[in-house]
């Protein structure tokens, strides 16, 4: 509970992965993937409950196995196509106590080195005023020296073009995929995207802002959380 209202955690993990097949089932220090987001929420003082969406009987039983309820997700909604959102709001209407808005935790499986402390302080951080609080880390290149690609020629990504000197370029953050904290009914009234509305952020570094969407990503989660196993 946090105040007088319930905290659920929600963890989308589906079978199927292009850039890393079966990435949830990958073992990192002894453990499935899905299950090191499972044993952090499992840390967070404020959390009632723990739901995994899947579509796939293995990630079902190991979820059931480390203490998290499951929500058999139906295969539509875990092809790679599928919207990520409408696979939450499925959650959503599939567990009884959304009817009351209770405060919802989102976590990321790919992002399984954040610890149960800043997801604490980002429960902590939420109130009426705000909508949402995500994670986020600093941005390493200012968007002022991106260019896309037209007619086999670059084309500056701003219309301003890159700025004269680096150290005048505005502080920047981006969503890191970690950490979202936010209520039933404002993911329930999203209509494309779940981040949007009045959002504050809690940023991480560089290190606890890892998302696994690579083989390479992979191996350097993996290679930092056995290290810090040692």
Do not use: W
């Amino acid at each position: 509970m946090f105040g007088n209202r319930k905290v659920l955690c929600f963890i989308l993990a589906r079978g199927g992965s292009k850039g890393v097949p079966r990435k949830n089932l990958l073992l990192i220090s002894g453990k499935p993937l899905v299950a090191h987001s499972i044993d952090v929420a499992k840390k967070v003082k404020y959390i009632d409950k723990i739901y995994v969406s899947t579509e796939d009987k293995e990630i079902k039983t190991i979820s059931l196995k480390f203490g998290a309820d499951v929500i058999d997700r139906p295969q539509e909604l875990a092809t790679d196509t599928a919207d990520y959102l409408d696979a939450i709001k499925h959650m959503i209407d599939a567990i009884p106590e959304c009817k009351e808005n209770p405060i919802i935790v989102l976590l990321e499986t790919t992002s399984p080195i954040r610890k149960g402390f800043d997801i604490e302080k980002c429960i902590e951080m939420y109130n009426e005023n705000v909508d949402s609080v995500i994670s986020v880390n600093q941005v390493k290149s200012d968007p002022s020296y991106m260019y896309k690609q037209e007619n086999n020629l670059l084309k500056s990504f701003l219309e301003k073009g890159p700025i004269k000197r680096r150290q005048d370029a505005e502080p920047l953050v981006v969503y890191n995929g970690s950490i979202l904290v936010s209520s039933c009914n404002f993911i329930k009234n999203q209509k494309d995207v779940v981040l949007g509305g009045r959002m504050i952020g809690y940023v991480l570094d560089e290190k606890h802002s890892i998302d696994i969407d690579s083989k390479l990503d992979f191996e350097i989660c993996r290679f930092i959380m056995e290290s810090l196993d040692k």
